[in-house]
């Protein structure tokens, strides 16, 4: 085999090798926008107006405590945990909301010599 043909063949696999990456981008990123959207109709079940408006409040802060916090509200709305009305009106969700925070407080350890 020439130098010639295998340069060749060598850029054939790495064009199939990227095509393959970019097939499997594409699927992730359909799977993702599926996930979203269905998320984004529990949310609606689940909060009201307001409350959706405070937990995209939080995301701009802290976007992983608002992800934490919408699995959280989803998983107790799944099992039928989330008692009261469906949405949750603002003042529930914001008590709802510091029982959550309160949890993931690190306790403080004061070590003395």
């Known amino acids: ?25 594409q699927i992730a ?11 984004y109709q529990i949310m609606r079940k689940i909060l009201s107006p307001e409350g959706r408006q405070r937990l995209e409040n939080i995301r701009m802060v802290k976007p992983q405590f608002a992800e934490q916090i919408e699995i959280q509200l989803i998983q107790l709305f799944q099992t039928g945990k989330l008692r009261g009305a469906t949405p949750l009106p603002d003042k529930a969700f914001r008590k709802l909301l510091e029982q959550i925070s309160s949890l993931d407080k690190k306790k403080e350890f004061n070590i003395k010599k």
């Open 29 to 39: 990123e359909a799977q993702q926008k599926e996930f979203e959207a269905k998320k």
């Open 1 to 25: 085999m020439s130098n010639d043909e295998e340069l060749e063949n060598i850029r054939r696999k790495r064009l199939e090798e990227l095509q393959q990456q970019a097939v499997q981008n």
